[in-house]
């Protein structure tokens, strides 16, 4: 017999008779084990971690004037695509402000001759982003500590990760992204960073990973709440078993098998030691002792008492008296 099949065999038997004992203790009707029958298949499984994270920058470069003064006028809105070196805006500084109001007292060729001569001063973006945050309309008074824009190259997820799981991730894995807001849309990427520093929360240490998104849906906004599947390891033709379908005795991790050589008409079982490897919450890898298109029982209930002549299980602990 294959030294991995326990003596499994022989403690069903002992409980298979103390269960006939019982019955005919207690003189009780009572409902069987209810088994299914499942057979080993191949598939594809992986392993991930899952955890949660945030849309925000890759880098958030806040814009600002090199003047005090006063917008004049605004080229691009929230959302505009810009390259390095477009008009974001012209501002003319507090002199200039203060000139031109004076000359429009006067007469519309003196205000012309000013606006030429005293030239506006431009903002420009100094990378290719996105306007994600425009603070400024046309007619306002700013300083040089006020923020007229925000900008993004682009926008990227990180995943908030225990310390737990870090030392299983590494950068390149790939991660399935779903927003929380549009949890129809999932979206791939990469791991790009792995924060060397961590923060506390909730008592917990927590690094932050970011992970680039291999596409930027138009719904994305920064600050939106995502869910992150991060797959660690995965394989193909893998052997595969429900999660329900492995038991653990006396420390070691056994399936209930079909008995090779019975009548599948009346099929016995037996425990069989396996080895697991990778799961999810759908399936578990079997790595060694079963083969595919073998078969296994999973339990689909327990021993339920009959409510008529109710007794007491024997082999609970009662109170003496």
Known sequence: MNKKILAGIAAVAITAAAFAAWRMWSGQQVQELSLRELEVTTG???????????????????IQSSIAGRVEEIMVDEGALVAE????????????????????????????????VYKKTVILSPIDAQVIVRS???????????SLFVLSDRLIVTAYVD????????????????????????????IDHIHYESHLENNVNIYDVDIIPDTIPEVYRSGMSATVDI????KNDALLLPPEALQSIDGKTVVMQRSRG???????WEYVEVTSG?????????????????????????????????????FMPSRKR
């Open 85 to 116: 070196g477009d008009r974001l805006a012209m501002l003319s500084s507090t002199e200039r402000a203060a000139l031109l109001d004076a000359a429009r007292l006067n007469d519309q060729s003196e205000q012309e001759y000013w606006e030429e």
């Open 262 to 268: 019975h009548d599948t008409a009346s099929p016995s």
């Open 44 to 62: 594809a499984i992986s392993e991930t971690v899952s955890t949660t994270g945030v849309v925000e920058p890759r880098n958030r470069l806040k």
């Open 136 to 146: 400024i309309e046309p007619g306002q008074t700013v300083t040089t500590s006020d």
């Open 278 to 314: 990778l799961q999810n919450e759908h399936a578990v890898e079997i790595v060694d002792g079963l083969e595919a298109g073998d078969h296994v029982f999973v339990e689909n209930g327990g021993f339920v008492l009959s409510e008529k002549n109710g007794g007491t299980n024997p």
């Open 231 to 234: 797959v660690v390891e995965e």
């Open 163 to 190: 310390e737990t799981d870090i030392g299983r991730v590494a950068e390149g894995q790939a991660a399935s992204i779903s927003l929380d807001a549009y949890p129809d849309i999932t979206v791939t990427g990469r």
